[in-house]
């Protein structure tokens, strides 16, 4: 495997010290955040080279994402610095109103990531890479950044780079079920592989679990693996005919965001080092449970070591002597 590449928007995240109201809240903590650079930072966590393509602002939060980048070892050779537009930034409003969930408030219009066009991209962004991963907000941004992500993606294709997909919608951003799906459909159709969750089946597609099961397999014709993940209920794995299933691992959720993409990361980073799926969906619900039980999208985020003694712990139970 040479290079995992990714290519988002990156945030700067600014998590309340407490939770309710953030009419409230005076105390934050700043983290650096953003579906695809989750999925990236949690491969290279996991031993795999990664790069990331987006823009930032010419501004200390546009700084402080490309120090995070490189201290987690990602390259950041095609990382723009934007001079005339900022870096997005989001609040957080932790179990309120609803006790355990999370409310996300974002300041990302106009944003560098969201200036992004197919000029661009240059060859130097497929240099040495075998796998690309984008997902469903990225497309979503605008049309320019639609055209500029579906560029990259069918020249990754044309170059024998795998696709990687995760719908991950956004309401905020797509408002309504038939621009969600014109947004995804065209990456869905490219997709060597596909991640969902069950809230944007169910906002996709109608009918029972199976039904809306199959009308994703319909769109995605030519995806090897596809992986439905289910929260609480773990996920499962359609691959060669077969379906596999994981249960969840039961942990105390301080913050829900960021569980995907550590599922995601773990998952593929599982596929590459050679694990069959049965086994990367272990892998995979670990890396989700550990990451929800502590606040930030990329500081829970764990490696080989942490996985394997997480499921240790899980397997002979919590009474394990671990000194």
Request: with cysteine.
């Amino acid at each position: 495997m040479k290079k995992v590449l990714g290519m988002g928007e990156i945030m700067v995240q600014f998590n309340p010290t407490e939770k309710g109201p953030l009419l409230y809240q005076r105390m934050f903590e700043r983290h650096v955040a953003g579906s695809e650079a989750n999925i990236i930072i949690q491969m290279q966590k996991l031993d795999v080279k990664t790069s990331f393509f987006t823009a930032v602002g010419s501004d200390p939060f546009g700084e402080i994402i490309i120090n995070t980048l490189r201290e987690e070892g990602v390259e950041t050779n095609l990382v723009k610095i934007d001079e005339g537009n900022p870096t997005g930034i989001y609040f957080v409003q932790r179990s309120y109103p609803y006790p355990g969930k999370t409310t996300v408030f974002y300041y990302r219009e106009n944003s560098a990531a969201s200036k992004i066009t197919c000029d661009d991209i240059k060859e130097e962004v497929f240099e040495d890479v075998d796998m690309l991963i984008i997902s469903g907000i990225t497309p979503a941004l605008n049309e320019s950044v639609r055209n500029c992500a579906l560029k990259i993606v069918e020249m990754s294709k044309s170059r024998g780079i795998k696709v990687v997909f995760d719908t991950n919608i956004r309401i905020k951003l797509l408002k309504n079920k038939e621009k969600a799906l014109e947004c995804v459909q065209p990456f869905l159709e490219k997709a060597d592989i596909v991640f969902t969750g069950m809230g944007d089946l169910n906002f996709l597609f109608k009918g029972e679990f199976e039904d809306k099961k199959n009308q994703l397999k319909e769109l995605a014709k030519n995806t090897e693996i596809m992986v439905i993940k289910m929260g609480e209920k773990g996920a499962i794995a359609l691959y060669d005919g077969h379906t596999y299933k994981q249960d969840s691992f039961k942990v105390p959720v301080v913050d829900e965001l960021g569980a995907g993409d550590a599922f995601d990361g773990a998952f593929l980073a599982s596929i590459l080092k050679g694990y069959d799926v049965k086994t990367a969906l272990k892998y995979g619900c670990a890396a989700g449970a550990i990451t929800v039980s502590l606040k930030g999208d990329i500081e829970p985020l764990p490696k080989w070591n942490d996985l394997k003694l997480f499921l240790d712990i899980h397997s002979s139970g919590e009474s394990k002597l671990l000194r």
